[in-house]
């Protein structure tokens, strides 16, 4: 296939449309254009086109379930609900056998990953971290443990005095096989500021991955926008990551985060549009033409929009889940999980074809 350019199409538009199609990379002014015109079409067709050409018409989901072993945090990120101090009417902290108590409860036979985040919790040691890996791993070594963010990886550094890389070892020797994307928020200190996020900052969250990818790991990453930040801001957080990618080619997928507000009675005005939503996956798929995969995040655009999304350049919705907690403490108001053959219907309603992954991408089964 091949974008639509008409006469409708700008000139600027036109010249973008030309340097995808013959595989010149997109720069910063480029990415700002398209987050400014209101040729949302164009933009659209041109994701998809780019899609299609790493991915046919296949759009992957996991089973898996999402677990959180404590929500007491040190840190106080401005668009947090999540989060507990120690003491605090709600917090928890919950042992390894506790977490295996919970997963029991809910767990079926298909989970093939357990996506693993949590608070910055100063109150257990660094151990406590390591132990609770060990213990999924013991007892359901078949499932691969997706575990913590950058920015947790990062404050156990600090509250083990273990280097980046050494505390990736030890975690690695539980059963970690990869990272979350989770902690990147905007790829901005000054974002970082404004928004009160003293955890990692934005060398540092970089460093994690690169050091993670140099030991042999695949890992996510994502981008919480819909805040404070410019557009300028969102494209120079994908150029960061792009250069990562050339580096190490260790990141599997782009995770744009839709920002939810903190209450679910929150009005529409609170909420990003679909329209940004839209834009944003399809600016993401142009920007990082070296990462397979962009993903269309039900949680936070809901299914209806993410079955758009897949005409916008995503391949990816993510997973079964179970229960999320993170998003839907800041107000979110899709379903907390949806099973496998919900998510096999939402891909095929799309016109695509449902392809169950493992945590790395390979293919499971694919749903002609």
Request: hydrophobic share 35%; aromatic share 8%; net charge negative.
């Amino acid at each position: 296939m091949s974008t639509l350019v008409t006469p409708f199409t700008d000139r600027r538009m036109a010249e973008i449309v030309e340097k995808v199609q013959n595989g010149i990379r997109l720069n910063l002014e480029d990415g700002i254009y398209l987050y400014e015109t209101d040729d949302i079409l164009t933009l659209g067709q041109l994701a998809n086109e780019a899609n299609l050409r790493k991915n046919g018409k296949k759009v992957y989901f996991i089973e898996n379930m999402s677990l959180y072993f404590t929500n007491v945090c040190e840190a106080r990120c401005a668009f947090c609900n999540f989060r507990k101090d120690q003491g605090e009417e709600g917090s928890y902290t919950l042992s390894g056998q506790e977490m295996i108590d919970y997963v029991e409860q809910h767990i079926h036979p298909g989970v093939r990953e357990f996506h693993i985040v949590g608070g910055h919790n100063n109150h257990v040691p660094f151990q406590y971290y390591v132990d609770s890996l060990k213990a999924l791993n013991e007892k359901y070594p078949n499932v691969t443990l997706k575990a913590y963010t950058a920015a947790e990886i990062d404050f156990f550094t600090r509250i083990s005095g273990l280097s980046i890389k050494e505390v990736l070892q030890e975690l690695q020797k539980a059963g970690l096989q990869s990272l979350t994307g989770g902690g990147a928020e905007i790829l901005s200190d000054e974002y970082r500021k404004k928004m009160h996020v003293t955890k990692a900052n934005v060398d540092r969250y970089l460093e994690v991955h690169r050091t993670a990818h140099n030991l042999g790991m695949k890992t996510h990453t994502t981008m919480l926008y819909g805040s404070v930040e410019t557009y300028q801001d969102r494209i120079e957080h994908m150029l960061q990551i792009r250069e990562l990618q050339d580096e190490t080619n260790g990141f599997m997928v782009f995770i744009p985060l839709s920002m939810q507000p903190k209450s679910k009675n929150a009005n529409i005005m609170r909420r990003n549009s679909a329209y940004e939503d839209l834009k944003t996956i399809a600016i993401s798929r142009l920007m990082l033409d070296n990462i397979d995969h962009v993903k269309a995040y039900f949680i936070n655009i809901g299914p209806q929009l993410t079955q758009v999304a897949l005409t916008f350049g995503a391949s990816d919705v993510h997973g079964t889940i179970v229960r999320e907690q993170i998003s839907h403490a800041a107000g979110a108001l899709t379903p907390a999980g949806l099973t496998r053959k919900e998510l096999i219907w939402l891909i095929k309603g799309a016109g695509r074809i449902p392809v169950e992954r493992d945590t790395f991408y390979n293919e499971i089964e694919v749903f002609e």
